[in-house]
């Protein structure tokens, strides 16, 4: 009886042994696992490496509405070289924000949570969303929370959950004759809930609702129309907020909000420094209509983009050499199936879309991972996994390559994975390769699915390479992050249970993990000293090295900012080298588009393959 059980002692012990040895890490790599002390533990959501070193560890409230009621928002600072870790204070819920890299090196960070969502069975008032009009041509209307609403047909009393301020309405006239024609009543829309519990508050048809407490021409001028207001699922809803990180401060702050409130939007730096904000849930949980907008860190201001462009809820868009936006077809869902899911090049000037051809498995793109193959100037990428829309059992096995310096770019297949894969962790390493690793075979890992397996692809070859398992399974609410050493950095977890049954709960995985190359086992790796902390595009950099006759490359990587398996600012450039007499010169490439302006990792890499640590550049 006592034989089994000890068999398995004997083979995790084994197996404990073999992949602690030289040997097989110097092939594998090797998995560790980073246990804070309990008090600073978190729902690592949001992960971004700051240019101090630093990893922005940012939960919210952590997918978990007890934090939210409470307003307990978390966010931690950690030293992964000194292993020193504090909280930071949070301004708002950051759970599900967008964020990326600005060029003076702030992070900035926009969106987040508002109201948590309600799944059906589990909605108790009636609600939804009430279009609050305003007739009065000369003055704006406040309508605070608390205010009810009661139907004119229906006799049903709702209650405004947030404040609005509704725009005066505007008088329209004639161009060619200057005549009065009509006037157009200022909107706002709010979110609204019965005043009492169950199924016969609720609504099934439009209505006009009298605002209670108007007086004067207030009692005419100002009212709200709904459609039905019922007792179905409430999505979550977002927040305008924007915030500055400040790396040297190490605090949050606040910069103008949002023109739009988002939930799961995507933040990506466009050529000029300012930064594109894409998608989400809006105020009320609806997906925001295509209303795009840029910030400026110069204003710290949002202005809209020209046109209506739509895409599901974090949509991996990257900026192109050219300096148009190419959206893959990722994301991580929230959106309808048919509308802004096919992949293609976007001019964000001129509001064009070009799509590209040629994905397979389209209908199975939801929460699948995208980066862009190092190095950046050959602008090809590669689509590993994902899912299909929802709740969806299925996931996709396929890798798909897209070239989009052909002249007619066109998405191929590249190697399947061992099995389908949604959650996949991708990050580019310093040696041109990518990792991937992680994700589940089933949505949030239902069905004990987590694939605890990783595999470096390498673009020459068009190849994987299985590598050595994490400890740790990895599914929704996950990523990674490279580090300046050259480890990977993997974090997050959301498991919908914590059994193959379904019938215990899933808790959130706080633990992190990282990954240490094979690269990393060898005897010796070069080193940069001296030099500068920034250099112009276009211009040069000199640094001392004792290893200077084997360094062959050179590669500016941009520090990541991860969430929900989308890190868009990722990617590795390469610099041109010349051997100097004590050392390596290298060269920045003068392409704006290619090399945005921020904070830079510098790798070396010998003629073995090997990295040194990173090097700190801003590049202006």
């Given at each position: 009886?006592?034989?089994?059980?000890?068999?398995?002692?004997?083979?995790?012990?084994?197996?404990?042994?073999?992949?602690?040895?030289?040997?097989?890490?110097?092939?594998?790599?090797?998995?560790?696992?980073?246990?804070?002390?309990?008090?600073?533990?978190?729902?690592?959501?949001?992960?971004?490496?700051?240019?101090?070193?630093?990893?922005?560890?940012?939960?919210?409230?952590?997918?978990?509405?007890?934090?939210?009621?409470?307003?307990?928002?978390?966010?931690?600072?950690?030293?992964?070289?000194?292993?020193?870790?504090?909280?930071?204070?949070?301004?708002?819920?950051?759970?599900?924000?967008?964020?990326?890299?600005?060029?003076?090196?702030?992070?900035?960070?926009?969106?987040?949570?508002?109201?948590?969502?309600?799944?059906?069975?589990?909605?108790?008032?009636?609600?939804?969303?009430?279009?609050?009009?305003?007739?009065?041509?000369?003055?704006?209307?406040?309508?605070?929370?608390?205010?009810?609403?009661?139907?004119?047909?229906?006799?049903?009393?709702?209650?405004?959950?947030?404040?609005?301020?509704?725009?005066?309405?505007?008088?329209?006239?004639?161009?060619?004759?200057?005549?009065?024609?009509?006037?157009?009543?200022?909107?706002?829309?709010?979110?609204?809930?019965?005043?009492?519990?169950?199924?016969?508050?609720?609504?099934?048809?439009?209505?006009?609702?009298?605002?209670?407490?108007?007086?004067?021409?207030?009692?005419?001028?100002?009212?709200?129309?709904?459609?039905?207001?019922?007792?179905?699922?409430?999505?979550?809803?977002?927040?305008?907020?924007?915030?500055?990180?400040?790396?040297?401060?190490?605090?949050?702050?606040?910069?103008?909000?949002?023109?739009?409130?988002?939930?799961?939007?995507t933040l990506t730096t466009l050529s000029d420094g300012k930064v594109l904000s894409l998608s989400g849930l809006d105020e009320i949980g609806q997906l925001v209509p295509g209303k795009n907008e840029v910030f400026d860190p110069q204003t710290r201001r949002w202005t809209y983009t020209k046109g209506v462009r739509q895409f599901p809820t974090y949509p991996a868009v990257f900026l192109m050499n050219d300096g148009r936006m190419f959206?893959?077809?990722?994301?991580?869902?929230?959106?309808?199936?048919?509308?802004?899911?096919?992949?293609?090049?976007?001019?964000?000037?001129?509001?064009?879309?070009?799509?590209?051809?040629?994905?397979?498995?389209?209908?199975?793109?939801?929460?699948?991972?995208?980066?862009?193959?190092?190095?950046?100037?050959?602008?090809?990428?590669?689509?590993?996994?994902?899912?299909?829309?929802?709740?969806?059992?299925?996931?996709?096995?396929?890798t798909r390559i897209v070239d989009l310096g052909a002249d007619r770019p066109r998405f191929v297949d590249g190697p399947e994975l061992a099995e389908g894969t949604r959650y996949p962790q991708v990050s580019v390493l310093p040696d041109d390769t990518v990792l991937v690793s992680g994700g589940s075979r089933d949505y949030r890992g239902r069905g004990g699915s987590d694939i605890r397996q990783a595999r470096i692809y390498h673009p020459?070859?068009?190849?994987?390479?299985?590598?050595?398992?994490?400890?740790?399974?990895?599914?929704?609410?996950?990523?990674?992050?490279?580090?300046?050493?050259?480890?990977?950095?993997?974090?997050?977890?959301?498991?919908?249970?914590?059994?193959?049954?379904?019938?215990?709960?899933?808790?959130?995985?706080?633990?992190?993990?990282?990954?240490?190359?094979?690269?990393?086992?060898?005897?010796?790796?070069?080193?940069?000293?001296?030099?500068?902390?920034?250099?112009?595009?276009?211009?040069?950099?000199?640094?001392?090295?004792?290893?200077?006759?084997?360094?062959?490359?050179?590669?500016?990587?941009?520090?990541?900012?991860?969430?929900?398996?989308?890190?868009?600012?990722?990617?590795?450039?390469?610099?041109?080298?010349?051997?100097?007499?004590?050392?390596?010169?290298?060269?920045?490439?003068?392409?704006?588009?290619?090399?945005?302006?921020?904070?830079?990792?510098?790798?070396?890499?010998?003629?073995?393959?090997?990295?040194?640590?990173?090097?700190?550049?801003?590049?202006?």
């Amino acid at each position: 009886m006592n034989a089994p059980a000890l068999y398995r002692f004997g083979s995790a012990e084994y197996h404990d042994y073999t992949i602690g040895r030289p040997a097989y890490k110097a092939a594998n790599g090797h998995w560790d696992v980073v246990r804070f002390p309990e008090e600073f533990r978190l729902n690592t959501i949001h992960a971004a490496l700051l240019h101090t070193g630093k990893i922005l560890l940012v939960a919210g409230s952590g997918n978990n509405q007890d934090n939210f009621d409470a307003k307990k928002y978390d966010t931690r600072l950690w030293d992964p070289v000194r292993n020193t870790i504090r909280s930071i204070p949070t301004p708002a819920d950051l759970f599900c924000t967008g964020h990326t890299q600005l060029g003076n090196g702030n992070l900035l960070v926009a969106g987040g949570t508002k109201r948590y969502e309600k799944l059906d069975g589990d909605v108790r008032k009636a609600g939804g969303l009430m279009i609050v009009h305003n007739e009065d041509p000369d003055a704006p209307k406040t309508v605070p929370a608390g205010t009810r609403f009661t139907g004119v047909e229906n006799g049903r009393t709702f209650v405004a959950k947030d404040p609005a301020v509704v725009e005066r309405a505007r008088k329209v006239f004639d161009r060619r004759t200057g005549k009065f024609l009509r006037t157009e009543p200022g909107l706002d829309r709010i979110y609204v809930e019965a005043e009492k519990e169950g199924a016969r508050y609720a609504t099934g048809a439009q209505d006009r609702y009298r605002v209670e407490g108007a007086k004067g021409a207030d009692r005419h001028n100002v009212y709200g129309v709904a459609q039905k207001l019922a007792l179905d699922k409430k999505d979550f809803q977002g927040i305008d907020a924007a915030y500055e990180f400040d790396p040297v401060a190490e605090r949050y702050i606040k910069v103008d909000p949002m023109n739009e409130a988002r939930w799961y939007p995507t933040l990506t730096t466009l050529s000029d420094g300012k930064v594109l904000s894409l998608s989400g849930l809006d105020e009320i949980g609806q997906l925001v209509p295509g209303k795009n907008e840029v910030f400026d860190p110069q204003t710290r201001r949002w202005t809209y983009t020209k046109g209506v462009r739509q895409f599901p809820t974090y949509p991996a868009v990257f900026l192109m050499n050219d300096g148009r936006m190419f959206y893959s077809g990722s994301n991580a869902g929230y959106g309808p199936a048919d509308v802004g899911r096919e992949p293609g090049v976007w001019d964000v000037a001129t509001n064009r879309f070009t799509p590209v051809p040629g994905l397979s498995d389209p209908q199975l793109m939801e929460t699948s991972g995208t980066v862009r193959l190092p190095p950046a100037q050959d602008e090809k990428y590669l689509v590993v996994g994902g899912g299909g829309v929802g709740e969806s059992a299925k996931s996709s096995r396929k890798t798909r390559i897209v070239d989009l310096g052909a002249d007619r770019p066109r998405f191929v297949d590249g190697p399947e994975l061992a099995e389908g894969t949604r959650y996949p962790q991708v990050s580019v390493l310093p040696d041109d390769t990518v990792l991937v690793s992680g994700g589940s075979r089933d949505y949030r890992g239902r069905g004990g699915s987590d694939i605890r397996q990783a595999r470096i692809y390498h673009p020459d070859t068009g190849t994987f390479q299985r590598v050595a398992d994490p400890e740790v399974g990895r599914n929704y609410h996950s990523g990674s992050l490279l580090l300046p050493d050259g480890r990977v950095l993997f974090f997050g977890s959301d498991p919908l249970y914590a059994d193959k049954a379904g019938a215990k709960p899933g808790t959130f995985e706080q633990r992190l993990e990282i990954y240490t190359p094979p690269y990393l086992y060898r005897q010796a790796r070069p080193a940069l000293s001296g030099g500068p902390k920034s250099v112009a595009r276009g211009g040069t950099a000199v640094y001392s090295s004792d290893q200077a006759s084997s360094i062959r490359r050179a590669r500016l990587i941009r520090p990541g900012a991860s969430t929900h398996v989308t890190d868009v600012d990722q990617r590795s450039v390469a610099l041109k080298v010349r051997k100097t007499a004590k050392g390596v010169e290298v060269t920045v490439p003068e392409n704006r588009n290619l090399v945005p302006s921020g904070w830079y990792m510098l790798f070396v890499t010998d003629d073995r393959g090997t990295p040194g640590k990173a090097r700190w550049i801003r590049v202006r």
